[in-house]
């Protein structure tokens, strides 16, 4: 079967196909096509099966992406399912959103001159043909262990906690404060990246695998720490970060400028056919509007292209660097641009002018890149005099996330946070300064990818069984 490798040299890269801009403008709909058996196999086959995978090593879970190319290509579906299955909890999620182009594709040893390997894409088909066929199962336990934990938060990182324990015989409870399972990955990441199904069958997989989840449920409200803490053996916090980080600046207060994550949220209920009276009455809904959005990672995006789709008159994302320094992916700004948003490139907002209490437009200036910082990146400084006016009916402000005050939240103090505000943690057994109680995902991070979550939610379950094995059998443990 070796000579079914390294195709690079005859076969070009070749993405999913697109639906048209234009057809995909008017739905919610996943935008690439699925590939099919032949184009899968033909293009893992351009695999170069390295000695030193830069793609594995580039990718947060260190999939084994080699091995599951080669298995695609000779068309053993089935084991490169279980091959990509052992080191993701969600390859049909990743295959999605991930940014492959700065991860696994964009570092591919191949790039150069022959364009990388279609990674993504392939991972995607794997999976979702692995679902089809029935070979993807709840985590069945061989045997069932006297150890319970309780994990706050039902998003990547405190799901593929709940997995990796469950398949080890725990009795896993979830809470979270939403009425579904699935954190951003259902009210956050529009339907266009990711199909609210693909989540929620994994969600009824996990129920049907003995996971408990408890919805709904606002942990300092409904249930305390403490409370958790003496319930279970050992408590998980993976709340990620939902506090919207805010622009201040003249007409800051003015009506229409609202954060990201409640514009997305309003859209993907309304989707998911909840009733959304915000989106009902137009507050958090673009259609036959002006609408800017300020900010220029994936999750600004996802709100141009959700204005796009539900009717707005015109969208213009404004980016205080240029198109190379952007922070998001670049096939999401492609696919912005083939859908009509327009970007302002190195435009600074400054503030917001108002009519009748209304937003009517955002007050920016024109910037320039000037000389790299500690970090290595240019800075960015006004242009004098280049102040202009950018019409806005709604303005958006996608400018990132920070961590909510969990301390005061859960009303226990005894959680540390750090200065930006996330939770301190040992770095070597992920817990808490609170005896039995971890943190993972983007409550220590700070804000992140999907996939960085199911990595720090896989490594905290080894750490969580560590613990409680370790105070199992030893006395003096077991008595603090």
């Given at each position: 079967m070796a000579d079914r490798m390294l195709q690079f040299v005859r076969l070009s890269q070749h993405q999913p196909?697109?639906?048209?801009?234009?057809?995909?403008?008017?739905?919610?709909?996943?935008?690439?096509?699925?590939?099919?058996?032949?184009?899968?196999?033909e293009q893992s086959s351009r695999c170069s099966q390295c000695g030193v995978?830069?793609?594995s090593i580039h990718c947060p879970l260190n999939n084994n992406i080699p091995d599951w190319l080669k298995l695609t290509a000779e068309g053993r579906l089935e084991e490169a399912y279980e091959v990509s299955a052992a080191t993701n909890t969600f390859p049909e999620i990743c295959g999605r959103v991930c940014p492959q182009d700065r991860l696994c594709e964009g570092n591919c040893v191949i790039e150069k001159g022959f364009e990388s390997v279609t990674i993504g894409a392939v991972e995607k088909y794997i999976t979702d043909t692995a679902w089809e066929k029935g070979w993807v199962k709840p985590p069945s336990p061989v045997r069932e262990v006297p150890h319970s934990v309780g994990i706050i938060g039902a998003g990547p990182a405190g799901l593929a906690a709940a997995?990796?324990?469950r398949g080890r015989g725990w009795k896993v409870t979830v809470y979270d404060r939403y009425d579904r399972v699935g954190g951003l990955m259902i009210y956050g990441i529009p339907n266009f990246k990711l199909e609210k199904e693909v989540v929620l069958r994994r969600a009824e997989q996990f129920a049907a695998g003995g996971i408990e989840f408890v919805l709904n449920c606002q942990i300092g409200r409904d249930i305390s720490l403490e409370e958790l803490r003496a319930k279970h053996d050992a408590v998980l916090i993976a709340t990620g970060v939902y506090k919207a980080r805010?622009?201040?600046?003249?007409?800051?207060?003015?009506?229409?400028?609202?954060?990201?994550?409640?514009?997305?949220?309003?859209?993907?209920?309304q989707n998911l056919g909840d009733a959304v009276p915000a989106y009902e009455d137009g507050t958090l809904n673009a259609h036959a509007k002006r609408v800017v959005v300020?900010?220029?990672?994936?999750?600004?995006?996802?709100?141009?292209?959700?204005?796009?789709?539900?009717?707005?008159?015109?969208v213009t994302c404004l980016y205080r660097r240029d198109k190379a320094n952007m922070p998001g992916s670049m096939r999401e700004v492609s696919n912005a641009e083939e859908e009509g948003v327009r970007f302002a490139w190195l435009s600074a907002p400054e503030g917001f002018e108002g009519e009748g209490g209304k937003v009517s437009a955002v007050r920016a200036v024109k910037m320039h890149l000037g000389l790299p910082d500690a970090t290595g990146r240019q800075q960015v400084e006004p242009i004098p005099s280049s102040a202009f006016s950018?019409?806005?009916?709604?303005?958006?402000?996608?400018?990132?996330?920070?961590?909510?005050?969990?301390?005061?939240?859960?009303?226990?103090?005894?959680?540390?946070?750090?200065?930006?505000?996330?939770?301190?943690?040992?770095?070597r057994s992920m817990m808490t300064q609170l005896e039995g109680v971890f943190a993972a995902g983007d409550i220590v991070r700070g804000a992140s990818l999907v996939v960085w979550g199911i990595r720090d939610g896989r490594d905290v379950a080894d750490q969580i069984e560590s613990y409680v094995l370790a105070k199992a059998s030893s006395p003096a443990l077991a008595a603090e």
């Open positions: 196909d697109k639906r048209a801009a234009a057809a995909r403008r008017s739905d919610f709909g996943e935008i690439y096509q699925r590939f099919s058996a032949e184009r899968a196999s995978p830069f793609c997995e990796r324990l805010d622009l201040g600046g003249p007409g800051a207060d003015l009506a229409g400028i609202v954060p990201a994550l409640e514009y997305l949220t309003a859209s993907n209920r300020i900010g220029g990672g994936d999750t600004a995006m996802d709100c141009v292209r959700t204005a796009i789709r539900q009717g707005a008159t015109s950018e019409p806005a009916d709604l303005v958006i402000k996608a400018l990132g996330f920070d961590p909510e005050d969990l301390p005061t939240m859960f009303g226990e103090p005894g959680l540390t946070v750090s200065r930006w505000g996330t939770l301190t943690i040992d770095r």
